[in-house]
């Protein structure tokens, strides 16, 4: 705990001690069913079928979703990125970005609330305590209870199973990196490399602390979302509301109470809403940046509300103008498809068709023209030559017969190796050229020439050859 901190207050005779951070209180979120937590859980299938099952699948004879680092090649099933492409990445993190404003204007926090893995990776560790240890109420009573050994099991239980699921995601976090075949045989045998460890260890780590103890301490307390969420937000954004209006006063009753006769609302104040939040909160209380909208709470009180017989909706995905205005849903929905989230989906649909676009017509070929400079240039009365290293990359997993050209000056000529050239699949191949031309073809200097590298498509014979362009500086002294 820390140290308080003395105040004099200007009329008490004895000081205030006030503390500077809260201290944590424990959270036992209360299971719950229904519509939203059957969508909720799916994501969480979704999400790990996705995370734990491809590594596993095969391309090709190779991993399909391989990050290979050392060699600089990404693969993702039938695609090859290289470094050069990186531009693939920055489109990709500004769909992202986009995506996420683009939710957040719609209905607030559905990322944090459906699909991301710090809610994933909670909901798993806490299914799991909810099966070692038993309900809410079971689990608060066996943290109040003295150390005994049925607590002893079902403590090391419950961390056990943690531990292991954690290290299972950091072993296959790295299975992106390292062929996840190869580095199973590597940790059964103990045999693997220092950074494979570490990694392994260290996202087994993050994830064990992160899912099983911080909790909800990382949404509100870590995570940068949470802080600037708000301004992404207006008056016609979905949230998770309580119609204050229906709700109030709240108070207990019987279900065959007539509330209304006694000046009740809805609300017969249970706290379900509250038990159930993984944050904690009081949805009551209005909208909370703590709030990571993962519609337990409207489950809960659905369950409520079915139970005494009272409508469904309490608490309920609304907006702010819907809840002053009464509006009706099909006018709440037209007034979340507002000009700000037709722009917002415009320009995210542009991005993303115009992406798909450069990628399906991408050229597999890239060449990189090197003045060799060992020897930059030779030259007699006549003649003048110059010497040039084309690396040549093959970015798809075919092999390659190209041909070189050259031109841009009369009578130049190109000196290199027997053509075609094999590229192998997926490689690099540095071709020397050495290229002719007459001193009287061009100016004294620096003159400007192109090369041509062709290679017909061995998939598709009807189509026209692959043709790639880079342009050169030819010296004449």
């Known amino acids: 705990m820390d140290a308080p901190v ?3 207050h ?3 005779a004895e000081p205030l001690e006030h503390s500077l951070y809260e201290i944590r209180q424990k959270i036992y979120p209360r299971a719950v069913t229904g519509m939203f937590a059957t969508w909720r859980w799916g994501f969480v299938l979704l999400t ?3 995370f734990y099952g491809s590594p596993w699948l095969t391309w090709n004879g190779r991993q399909a979703v391989l990050f290979d680092l050392a060699s600089r090649k990404f693969y993702i099933f039938g695609l090859v990125f290289w470094p050069q492409d990186i531009v693939y990445l920055t489109v ?3 769909v992202c970005a986009y995506s996420l404003i683009l939710f957040t204007a719609v209905a607030g926090r559905l990322w944090c609330g459906f699909a991301c893995p710090q809610t994933v990776y909670t909901e798993i560790f806490m299914w799991i305590e909810r099966k070692v240890e038993g309900e809410r109420l079971a689990r608060m009573k066996l943290d109040k209870g003295p150390l005994s050994a049925r607590k002893f ?3 090391a239980t419950k961390h056990g199973l943690w531990i292991a699921l954690a290290l299972w995601t950091g072993f296959t976090f790295v299975g992106y990196f390292t062929p996840i075949k190869t580095l199973g045989q590597e940790v059964l045998t103990l045999s693997t490399g220092p950074w494979e460890s570490f990694w392994i260890l260290f996202y087994g780590f993050a994830t064990y602390g992160n899912a099983g103890w911080m909790r909800e301490q990382v949404c509100k307390y870590m995570c940068p979302y949470a802080r600037f969420q708000g301004v992404m937000f207006d008056p016609d954004t979905l949230i998770i509301t309580y ?4 709700g109030e006063p709240r108070g207990s009753r019987s279900r065959s109470d007539d509330h209304k006769g006694k000046g009740l609302g809805d609300c017969v104040d249970c706290g379900i809403c509250v038990q159930v939040c993984p944050t904690g909160i009081d949805i009551r209380n209005g909208l909370q940046y703590e709030c990571i909208g993962c519609t337990a709470c409207i489950d809960g009180c659905n369950h409520v509300m079915e139970k005494m017989g009272y409508p469904k909706g309490l608490i309920r995905y609304s907006t702010e103008n819907a809840l002053k205005g009464h509006y009706s849903a099909e006018r709440m929905v037209k007034r979340v498809l507002r000009p700000r989230v037709l722009i917002y989906t415009a320009i995210l649909w542009t991005i993303i068709i115009g992406a798909l676009f450069t990628l399906y017509n991408r050229v597999p070929l890239k060449v ?3 003045r060799d400079r060992g020897s930059v240039m030779r030259a007699d009365e006549e003649e003048a030559e110059n010497v040039y290293r084309l690396q040549i990359m093959n970015t798809q997993e075919v092999s390659r017969d190209v041909r070189i050209s050259v031109s841009g000056l009369d009578g130049i000529e190109l000196k290199s190796e027997a053509q075609p050239i094999r590229v192998a699949p997926t490689s690099s191949h540095v071709v020397p050229v050495r290229v002719e031309a007459s001193r009287r073809s061009g100016q004294k200097g ?8 062709e290679a017909a498509d061995p998939e598709r014979s009807d189509r026209p050859p692959i043709k790639v362009v880079e342009k050169a500086t030819f010296v004449i002294p």
């Open 6 to 8: 003395k105040l004099n």
């Open 48 to 50: 790990q079928l996705v």
């Open 153 to 155: 099991v079902l403590k």
């Open 243 to 246: 119609d204050r209006e229906r």
């Open 368 to 370: 990189d023209v090197i």
């Open 446 to 453: 620096s003159n400007r020439i192109q090369f041509t590298i």
């Open 10 to 12: 200007p009329t008490a």
């Open 92 to 94: 990709l993190l500004i």
